[in-house]
Every structure is written in C-alpha cells, then in structure tokens.
C-alpha cells in the first residue's frame, strides 16, 4: 500500500514520462511538485526501493511497469470521481479537480469498482480524459488540437488538454463543451485565433491558446 504522497509522486512521474515513455529529469519532479529537489531525492529512494521507478544518474527516472500500473490505479479512480461528481452530485467540470485529488486516495478497492458499475462504466471523464479499466488498460483515441485543423469540415470537441478551472469556466461560457461539433469558419494570420462556429448555431472567436489547449477529431 502505498501513502498519500507516493501515489502523488507516482501520478507525477507517470504524466510527466509521457504514459510512462520517456525519462523524467528531477528538476521537473520538483517544479511539478513544488517542492525541493532533495524531498524529490528522498522520494526517488522510496519509489525506487519498491520497484515502482528507476533511476540513472544523468538520465533522469523511469516509471516501471508495476510503477505505472499503480499510477493508473491513481489515475482510475481520479476520473472516476470527478465522472461522479459532475454526473450524480452536478458538480461543475471546473471545480471537480481538487476534490477528485482529495478522493483518489481511497484504498477500498471493492468501492471503486461499485463505484464504475454505478456510473455504468464510463470511458472519458468530464474533461474527455480515458478512464483506465480496473487492469490498467487504457483506450487511446487519436485527436489534434483545434489550432492545426483547417477548412470548413465539421469537427468534434473530445477532451482539454490543459483543464485549469479559468480555462474551463471560459469555455462554459462560449458554449464549448466536449462533444461538441465545431466548425472553422475563419483562421487569422495575424494572432492564429479562430472564428468559429459552435452547434451549427452560435459563432465566436478564440484565440490560439485557447484552440491549442481543444483537442478535437476530424
């Protein structure tokens, strides 16, 4: 079983190696935990004495395969939560995130799967995000972001990619949400922002950051 803040640094490494691809330097630990490099050292040691990452010197960590199922079991019941919260208790998608952290910590492996059952084993979360199954596995859907699409051709909202709650509330706002059908109506050489066309029924503009951060499929 591991602690509270083991599962955090787990959760950590695991987004930052890209799924588990690709080695982590410690400085980037450290900023994502907004801690000190030596409390990243220790915890380093931790992970590493249980099998869970291994590290080089110079290269940096790397989550292992036991590493990232632990990561994923994490990472399942964060979604399933927030899934939860915005379902059945109608919760905002801009203010499950911190509870959902608070929530994912629960050890009661029996409520989860209770837990998947009762919302009928859902796949994404409210901010479009795979749901791990109770194995591990994890259903990757090829999208873009919106920035890079072109033409007039229908395009339809599947996730966020950076899902602060300002970012979120501003798309609640325009009337962005996932599933959403989008249309470019115009791109603007200048800046990149977007006038588009939500629904088949509402236009609006955005601007480059906020179509980088809107990922779609085409």
């Not at 964060?78 to 919260?85: A, D, P, Q, V």
């Not at 379902?87 to 998947?116: G, Y």
Request: net charge neutral; glycine share 4%; proline share 3%.
């Amino acid at each position: 079983m591991l602690s509270y803040t083991e599962e955090n640094y787990l959760k950590a490494i695991y987004h930052l190696s890209d799924s588990g691809t690709k080695a982590v330097l410690t400085s980037e630990i450290a900023e994502t935990m907004n801690t000190k490099a030596a409390s990243v050292t220790d915890m380093i040691k931790k992970l590493s004495n249980k099998n869970l990452i291994a590290y080089e010197k110079y290269y940096g960590v790397k989550i292992t395969k036991q590493g990232r199922h632990e990561a994923l079991m994490v990472v399942r019941k964060h979604r399933l939560w927030e899934t939860f919260l915005v379902q059945k208790l109608q919760f905002s998608w801009d203010e499950v995130h911190d509870v959902a952290e608070q929530l994912e910590h629960i050890q009661s492996s029996l409520l989860i799967e209770k837990l998947d059952e009762f919302l009928e084993f859902p796949t994404v979360d409210p901010h479009g995000h795979p749901i791990p199954d109770k194995s591990g596995k994890i259903v990757e859907v090829r999208q873009i972001p919106l920035s890079e699409c072109s033409g007039k051709k229908k395009i339809i909202v599947r996730s966020v990619k950076h899902g602060s709650p300002s970012f979120l509330q501003y798309l609640s706002k325009i009337g962005v949400y996932i599933g959403a059908s989008v249309s470019i109506l115009d791109k603007v050489e200048f800046d990149g922002s977007l006038e588009i066309m939500i629904d088949s029924k509402k236009k609006v503009f955005i601007s480059r950051e906020a179509a980088q951060n809107l990922l779609v499929t085409e």
